[in-house]
């Protein structure tokens, strides 16, 4: 009796094809909407942490200032570091980081460039991996040896995108230093427009070659690596403690640092991009019951056309839940077919969107099946009051019916 009553819903549909084209429209932009948004926002949120984690693993970063702002705020001293790798638990590895702008210059290429110094177990904390050469040691470190490792960007704006530069010398202001190695590519990641634009050198060849600065507060920041399982918030805390102890600020001052938590701020935009996401989706699944009213309108009509059939079947036998059973079959069936053009529609706007936004394009089963079924839902619900009135109907009364 199901397959019997498809097949007759099957053909009304075709015989009146932009009656129910028109009819399912909403049906398929809801459906596309909402699979599009969900999908394009769970691309999104995993862009997001894939940048993030870009800048390092469980990474801690601590600045002078508030905010990315430094201004007026002091510096760090290595005691601070030491002290922060002694006293504060749950942390896996440190490195202070010392900046000098310079101009780095190859033969006859030149440009401005950020030089950081830090310690050898930097590259470790950063994810920093080779593509070429080595990393620099703790021997050179505490030799201040002018040794640099340079990112994908360096090499290719000074030495071209064919060339080796390992071995070959570059002057940053009046420090010549010597290319050991080459940082595989990033790209984008954190607050960063290009992770590979950069030049790595020991703190000491910097502090003491570059920009005669000798002891005292002269790092600009720290990196610190949490243990894998240890709570980052524990360490942003215990961190914050000491360093307030450290600069002896009192209760009622602020605080004239600040500790940047990668796995916080990953959390913090995920959850917003969520929220954002349900929110456009549950804004495009009014869609759908825009169609589901479109399907009970189109349906009463339908219901009112075929009055003298509905009058004839019932005179010749057929029981009302048969009736009921073959509008309602119609309904869903309308309903189903705009689902599958929804789905189908939301799989090319996101494989042109993604490219579009920059985000993937991650295949959810999940969201696909329960937009689908959500679809039947519609033409079940909106299709059950025709259905109802048709089976309803008396069949004399039907049979007079012009």
């Known amino acids: 009796m199901l397959l019997n009553a498809l097949l007759i819903a099957l053909r009304e549909i075709r015989r009146n094809v932009t009656r129910s084209f028109l009819t399912v429209i909403g049906i398929v932009i809801g459906v596309a909407a909402v699979v599009t948004m969900v999908t394009l926002g769970r691309g999104a949120t995993e862009a997001v942490k894939s940048q993030i984690s870009k800048m390092g693993s469980n990474l801690l970063v601590l600045r002078p200032g508030q905010g990315w702002s430094s201004w007026g705020a002091p510096q760090f001293s290595l005691d601070d570091v030491h002290a922060i790798r002694d006293q504060v638990p749950g942390i896996a590895d440190i490195a202070p980081i010392v900046h000098s702008n310079g101009t780095v210059v190859y033969q006859e290429n030149s440009r401005a460039f ?8 930097y590259f470790a904390i950063a994810n920093w ?49 010597e290319v050991i190695g080459v940082t595989k590519v990033k790209g984008q990641g954190g607050f960063s427009d290009d992770l590979d634009d950069n030049v790595i050198t020991p703190y000491t060849a910097v502090l003491r070659r570059m920009s005669g600065r000798g002891n005292g507060n002269n790092i600009n920041q720290v990196s610190i690596s949490g243990r ?31 500790v940047f938590d990668s796995l916080q701020l990953a959390d913090v935009i995920s959850s917003s991009t969520k929220v954002m996401t349900s929110l456009l989706g549950a804004v495009a699944g009014v869609s759908l019951l825009v169609g589901g009213i479109g399907i009970m309108n189109i349906m009463l009509v339908s219901v009112t056309e075929r009055t003298r059939e509905i009058g004839i079947r019932l005179a010749i036998g057929a029981r009302a839940r048969e009736v009921l059973l073959q509008f309602l079959v119609e309904a869903v069936t309308l309903s189903c077919v705009g689902g ?46 025709p259905a109802r009135r048709a089976a ?6 039907a049979l007079r019916h012009e």
């Open 114 to 121: 950020d030089v950081q110094g830090t310690t050898s177990n």
């Open 129 to 177: 991996e080779l593509a070429l050469g080595r990393f620099f040691t703790d021997a050179e470190v505490a030799e201040a040896s002018p040794v640099a490792v340079i990112g994908e960007t360096i090499r290719k704006e000074l030495f071209g995108a064919d060339v080796d530069p390992v071995g070959e010398r570059i002057r940053v202001k009046n420090t010549t230093f």
């Open 228 to 258: 894998d399982g240890y709570p980052s918030a524990h360490i942003v805390a215990d961190v914050s403690s000491l360093m307030r102890e450290r600069r002896k600020l009192t209760p009622n001052e602020d605080n004239n640092f600040n």
């Open 340 to 385: 599958v053009a929804g789905i189908l529609l939301a799989w090319f706007l996101c494989d042109v969107l993604a490219g579009v936004v920059g985000a993937p394009f991650l295949f959810d089963p999940k969201i696909n099946l329960i937009a689908f079924v959500f679809s039947a839902a519609i033409g079940i619900l909106f299709g059950f009051m």
């Open 392 to 397: 309803a109907l008396d069949p004399i009364e």
